[in-house]
């Protein structure tokens, strides 16, 4: 399995920050250490010094860092890395920006970026209250194996047989936090399963469906993409056999559905966007990287490399509020040269910035440290990407189904040129619309959000 370990790409990058940790004082206090002389400079209180003395270098607001930040009070990098988002001011938004930096034990960050995950591999959406269903299962895990598919209604967790969203909290501890549980499911077709399933280690697959529709008079290619993390080779080769196949079936239209892509590696994003760019993007301006002014020297113009067949004019995007970074990134960067139509239950979760692993002692430490843009300078989208067609979110149908909410909307538009106004049939008000979506918040599990880079070397 190929790996992608970003920070050994960027070692050179590395070493440029590196100076500022060696430069820094043993006490750390003019660092904006802890001046308090009772906190030693034990391993765990330097690698939190160090991790701060990167976020001043790297960050891409440092300079709004106050001076007086002490990083030693914070329990560990990863708190620290949250301490300073407030400090991400950005002209034209009232409010901090920053919503991303980071830090990760190496151990968990490895296995994160290389798609592996120790879980069930099942996630849960309330589509009201009462219902709770599978919003989608990771492919080849122990969820994926026992046949459990999008759409099931949950119906029992262990002994809990009224699932409400007050037992939101037994729900997550359920679901995503235990090494075995026990589940009742009623099916689509009305059948039921009692499934018993043991948290395992496996390698997720992010491709969950592809297939070819008709829609009217036009061949529809359909894609469900989850991640931009994990084995790249495999990926790889999925899209090659993927984009083979729509264009051995004459496909007219490209339907990719992101709704619940956290983001990942911005190369494996290059990749997708050039198997679905038109033939006239090849060689042009695909995307812009700046970093902050002490590292211009790294920013960098990355051109598409049209592959395969396809030479489409439009494009569609299935978005939601967890279609995140790279995701974003690839529909920002296909807008100059295609008709980009994007459509879904909400806007999308606005994060037009990224960042890399840098090693610190056991932890990776990630500040935000570049913001990107498409060929026509196009950036800034910390609101996200509105949809042109708000739809449901269809949890009660699995993937693919023609008349799950979104996907239909879409295929609607291909053949009558119309998205139509299709939703679940359920009225709520909006106290109980309030309440779903706090607790489907709280359900959207150990998602990750953010685009990797290797930053260009110099």
Known sequence: ????????????????????????????????????????????????????????????????????????????????????????????????????????????????????????????FFLQEGDLRVRFVEKNSPADKAGIRRGWRITRINNLNTITTSAANSIVNAVYFSTTGSFGFQKPDGGTADVTLNAATYNSDPVLLDSVYTAGTKKVGYMVFNSFLGDTSSIYSS????????????????????RYNGGGYVSVQQRLANWLAPTAANGKVQMNQTYNNRYSSYNATYRFQKLGGLNLDRIFFIVSSNTASASELLINNLRPYMNVRVVGPSASYGKPVGYFPIPVGDWYVFPVSLRTTNANNEGNYFNGFVPEKVTADGIDKDWGDRGEASFASV???????????????????????????????MLEGNTFKGAVVNPKQR
Request: hydrophobic share 40%.
């Open 1 to 124: 399995m190929k790996k992608q370990h970003v920070w050994p790409l960027a070692f050179s990058f590395i070493l440029a920050l590196a100076s500022c940790k060696k430069d820094a004082p043993a006490n750390n206090n003019s660092g904006g250490g802890s001046t308090d002389s009772t906190l030693a400079n034990t391993p765990s209180n330097l690698v939190k010094d160090s991790s701060l003395l990167y976020a001043r270098d790297i960050y891409l607001w440092y300079d709004q860092i106050p001076t007086t930040f002490k990083p030693r009070t914070y329990a560990d990098p990863d708190a620290i890395m949250r301490a300073i988002r407030p400090y991400s001011i950005e002209p034209g938004f009232a409010n901090p920006v920053d919503r991303w930096s980071f830090a990760a034990l190496k151990k968990d960050w490895d296995n994160t970026s290389a798609g592996i995950q120790q879980d069930f591999g099942m996630y849960v």
């Open 239 to 258: 899209f090659t056999r993927i984009f083979n196949k729509f264009a051995s079936n004459g496909v007219n239209d490209v339907v990719v559905d992101l």
């Open 411 to 441: 295929l609607n538009f291909i053949s009558t040129g119309t998205f139509g106004y299709l939703r679940p049939n359920i009225t709520l008000n909006s106290a109980e619309n309030a309440a779903l979506g706090r607790t489907n918040s």
